[in-house]
Each structure stands twice: as C-alpha cells, then as structure tokens.
C-alpha cells in the first residue's frame, strides 16, 4: 500500500505541475490555456507515477485493524473537508477577493488578454497575487467539475506525505499511521475560519507543497522534491525565500542531487511567478524583465559549479558556509539586474532593505509569539511541540537527526518567519502578528510533520538509512 501512495504521491505532483505551470506559461506568453492541458497533465502525472519504482517500505506493515481505523477516520475527515470546501465559496477577506475572483474570470476566459487584467480602469483587489491557484481551480470548472476540490485533494497530498516519510524511514506500519492520522488533524488544518485547507486561501496549498518537497527531501524522491518546489514558488510569493531556505540547506549538507534538483526548479519556478507578477503590474506592457530568464539561469548554473568544485576538491564545510556568503549576495544581484533593478519586479520586494535593521528591537516579541502561537493557543496542536520534543530527545542522547538537510531547511526557516515583521512597514506589531504569523507557520506544518516522522522516536530505530546526504558530524 505504501509503495502505491508513494507512486500516488508523486504522479499527483507531477500532474500538477504540469497543469499549473504549463498554464501559467501559456499565460506569460500572452495566449488562451486549452482546456486539453488538464487531461494531458493527469496523463503526464499517471506516466510519473506508472514509472516510480519507490523499494518496499522496511519496517512491520500496519495490522489490518489499524489500517482500516485509520483509513476510515482519515476519509471521514476528507469527506468533511470536501464539504466544507464545496458548501460554500471563500469564507474570509484573502479568499474573496484574492484568489476566488481571479478563478471566477480565468473560468470564463483562461488569458490575461481581458479588461480584468489589462484595464487599469478595472478595479482588482491585489491583482498581482500569483494565478497559480486559480488557474488550477478554472481548469476545473471549465471541465464541469468542482474546481474547489483541489483543498481537500491538497490536504490528502500533505497527509500522505507524513506517511510515506514515516515508513519509508523504517518505522513500523502502525507508528506511520499514527504520525498521518496525528498531522490530518492538526486543527488549523480543519478549522472553520481562514487559512484552513477549505477556506479558499492559498496558504493550506503552500504547506502542502512544502510537504511534499520535504518527504522528497527525507527519502531521496528527487523528482518530488523538484515538482513540489516548483508548486510551492509558484503558490505564493513567500514559497520563493523558502525554496532559497531550502537550497541553502542542501548547499551547507552537500546533498548534491537534492541541490540539483531545488535549483533546477527554483530557477524555472521563480522566473515564471517573478515574469507574471510583473506583466500583471504592468498590464502586460512592461518588457524589463527581459533578462530575468537569463539571469536566473546564470545564477543556477553558478551555484551548480561551486558544489561541483568544493566537491571535486573534498573542500571542508566551513567553505561551505564561506561560500554561501559569497553567492547569496551574486544571486540576488543578478536577480536584481535580471528583474529590472530597483524600479523591477524584483527590486519592488526588496524596497527599503535597511528597514530589518532598524527594527531589531521587535526581534524579542517576533520570536516570543512566534513560541506562543507555535507551542500553544491550540492552533497548531502538536504540529511543532512533536518536533521540538524529538530534538531535544536526540540531543540528550546524543543522536542526530537522520535527515540532515531537512533539519537545517527547517532552523533556517525560523529567520524567514521573523522576516516579514521585521521588514513591513505596518507599525502596529501586535495586530500584524496576529494576523500574520499564524499563516506563516501553517506553511511549515507539513515539513515538521515529515521532519518528525523519520526521525528515531518513541524508542523505535528504523532499519533503513535514508538517502539524503552525509550525517551529522
């Protein structure tokens, strides 16, 4: 059952990846996405998945009276969450006027060619949010189809991921379902109020494809670690620093096909969500974007032949970090240049870039909210208390994690989530936390769900050593 939700897994990423980016492309180029792309990117993701050979899960399988409690609670939460999805449109601000409206007009007529994106006269609410996720949910409904049951099918996708990462790290069947079942009712996930995974925002899609990049990354999937970091670029402009979280971690852990992999996508990923928002800022007039490929590819190939040097030479980690310090700031810099500079579509996501520094002050409250909303308040339940217990497990017994680029993906994504409270111009720091921060952890989830399901708990070592890089010094 394992190895057949794992081949799931990735025909779904890869289906739609196909669907949304390829959508997407058609978009920047300015044409009319055929309703054909839906069926040829189902037949692209069955292809994915007929052709993955994932090896048979180590570890006991579940008893059957496990796996039917579980497979029965689990699709009664599904069902829930379908309905929830389909009873009603978005339920809340971001939903409505983000992301709802522009599925309404794509349905209608899949171009950008059309008053709603092209008129300055026409008034939209954000209209360059990214059209990933209402592309997708068009296409569907110009199939006659629910285009909402993309939430919950996403919400399947994030849960399975937790499972599959579970057993593939050696855990027997039963603890696989218990980490599923405890991840599917993490109760943000299910909550009738905005950001849940049937409210209608993008956030619940951006942690399912974080997710899934994540139990790519635990157990070696490289094509589902580059599908789902494409979608989660492509989600939301935030999925961008994450993916850059990621190739750091990957760069630092000298996992050299997981970088491969993460630059390939990032590269391609970030180009087109960049290309799109600046078309739609400009009413699909701007052209100083036109380097944006180039330079995105520049960078990627920079990156690729600086691993492959330090590499080739057995260079010891600290060149590592030394380099990470030289080629961050080269990368944003040809992004920079490559996006028009400071008055481009990159440089209006860098304005003021001095203005983290002029608000350390607020680090203290950022980080103790940041502890309080994780750990307690009920919205997350144990989504980060699981695993912050198993590391100081680790710790104290001297282990290390076995997934060692997934763990420094998710130290590094502590900074990420100070960020923007340290970077937005609103003064009110105590209502912006409230109002932001609970969707910035709901991003991260998934992967912590994943991050603590292959580790060595519950006095359970696995018998399998993940294919994810050199351990731990």
């Not at 710790?395 to 923007?420: I, M």
Request: aromatic share 8%.
């Amino acid at each position: 059952m394992t190895v057949l939700l794992a081949r799931a897994v990735l025909g779904a990423a890869v289906a739609t990846i196909a669907v949304g980016g390829g959508g997407l492309a058609w978009l920047a180029l300015h044409g009319t996405v055929p309703d054909a792309l839906l069926p040829l990117g189902a037949a692209l993701g069955l292809a994915a998945a007929w052709r993955h050979r994932p090896p048979p899960p180590p570890g006991a399988p579940a008893p059957r009276a496990v796996t039917a409690l579980g497979a029965a609670l689990l699709l009664a939460l599904a069902a829930l969450l379908a309905y929830g999805a389909l009873a009603t449109p978005s339920r809340h601000w971001d939903g409505v006027v983000a992301w709802d409206l522009k599925a309404n007009v794509l349905a209608a007529q899949p171009t950008l060619q059309q008053p709603f994106f092209r008129d300055p006269t026409v008034y939209c609410h954000s209209r360059d949010y990214p059209l990933l996720q209402p592309l997708l949910v068009a296409l569907l409904e110009r199939w006659g189809l629910p285009g909402r049951l993309w939430f919950p099918a996403a919400w399947c996708f994030a849960v399975a991921a937790v499972g599959i990462a579970a057993r593939a790290a050696g855990h027997p069947g039963r603890i696989a379902w218990l980490f599923a079942v405890a991840a599917a009712v993490t109760p943000i996930w299910l909550s009738p109020t905005g950001g849940s995974f049937d409210s209608g925002y993008g956030d619940a899609l951006c942690c399912a494809w974080l997710g899934g990049a994540a139990c790519g990354l635990a157990t070696g999937n490289h094509g589902l670690l580059a599908a789902a970091t494409a979608l989660l670029v492509l989600q939301k402009p935030e999925g961008l620093p994450y993916a850059g979280a990621l190739l750091a971690a990957a760069w630092l852990r000298g996992d050299a096909r997981a970088l491969r992999a993460a630059v390939l996508a990032t590269a391609a990923a970030g180009t087109l969500l960049l290309w799109l928002q600046h078309d739609l800022r400009t009413f699909g007039a701007g052209t100083d974007v036109l380097l944006l490929a180039p330079a995105a590819g520049a960078g990627a190939a920079l990156l690729l032949a600086a691993d492959a040097l330090l590499r080739r030479r057995g260079a010891a980690p600290r060149w590592r970090w030394f380099g990470l310090t030289l080629l961050v700031p080269a990368l944003v810099a040809a992004l920079w240049l490559g996006g028009g500079g400071a008055d481009g579509v990159v440089g209006a996501h860098f304005a003021d870039p001095g203005r983290p520094l002029q608000r350390l002050d607020r680090l203290p409250r950022v980080l103790q909210a940041i502890g309080t909303w994780a750990c307690g308040r009920g919205a997350f339940g144990l989504a980060f208390v699981v695993p912050l217990a198993i590391a100081v497990q680790l710790w104290w017994h001297g282990r290390t994690s076995r997934t060692p680029a997934l763990g420094v993906w998710l130290v590094l994504a502590v900074p990420l989530w100070c960020v923007p409270f340290l970077w937005s111009p609103l003064d009110e720091l105590d209502a912006h936390l409230r109002a932001t921060l609970p969707r910035v952890l709901l991003h991260w989830t998934a992967a912590a769900w994943v991050w603590a399901a292959v580790q060595p708990t519950l006095g359970l070592e696995g018998r399998a050593a993940l294919p994810t890089g050199p351990a731990e010094p």
